[in-house]
């Protein structure tokens, strides 16, 4: 598995470990969770995927894939009350970024808030951006 920008011994060390699961929520899965998909989805020891808690979400989140994460990330506390009362047992693994809906997608502010309350939870310490 090669990734881009990545050096081919870096690439073969990460073929055989273990790749962290990372789920970002937010409400409508339109821009904030898509673009911290999109930012951190490029980065070899990492899974991602995004979702959302209302109805009407691009990708609803489910009791699946809150279960298939090892870390979630969600944008307020109204996500990650609802994805408690999905899933109990949920919240060991949930972080409330405090990130509130007034950004649009691939927004520069948006971005540089997920690369500040983001990378600090992942083992990882670089920094991403979008591609």
Known sequence: METKGY???FNYLMADMEKTKVLFVCSGNID????????FKTRPDLEVMSAGTSL?????????LVEWADKIFV????HA????HLEPG??????VLNIPDEYHRNDPELIRLLNE???????????CTTH
């Open 56 to 64: 009407l979400a691009r990708r609803r989140v489910t009791r699946q």
């Open 75 to 78: 944008m307020e506390q109204k």
């Open 90 to 95: 949920a919240r060991a693994k949930i972080v």
């Open 7 to 9: 050096s081919p011994v």
């Open 32 to 39: 904030r969770s898509p673009t911290a998909e999109g930012m």
């Open 117 to 127: 309350r983001v990378t600090p939870y992942l083992q990882q310490s670089s920094t």
């Open 81 to 84: 009350d609802r994805l408690e």
